[in-house]
């Protein structure tokens, strides 16, 4: 009974720890989403750009006013964005140039 009680409490720590992670591969000119949902709470975000062009990742919950972003990335690298999700309907977009009028935008939902 005190191996199974170890067991429990050391499942439950590693699953706390580990945040949510989700890929945007980025090319001219779209994003695409490993995944379009998400739990709330920690997530790491990856942009890896696919392209030929520079690009950035933009990222905004609809009805806030904070924009979490990337760096540019050059071609054939990646960035990584360390963020806390709260529920709600978030915009993701490329700030490079005219890319999110050209289609490099997604929506992400975040569920509790
Ligand atoms: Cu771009």
Known sequence: ????????VGTFALGGAAPAR?????HEFSFSLSRTHLRAGS??????NFGQDPH???LQRIGARHIAG???VAP???AELAVKLVPG??????SVADHRARGM???????P
């Open 105 to 111: 935008r997604a929506t992400l939902i975040v569920r």
């Open 22 to 26: 989700m890929q945007v591969v980025a």
């Open 56 to 58: 950035d990742l933009r």
């Open 76 to 78: 054939g690298s990646r």
């Open 1 to 8: 009974m005190k191996t199974l009680a170890v067991i429990l």
């Open 43 to 48: 997530a790491v975000i990856e942009l890896a």
């Open 70 to 72: 990337t760096s540019v």
């Open 89 to 94: 309907r978030y915009s993701l977009w490329c």
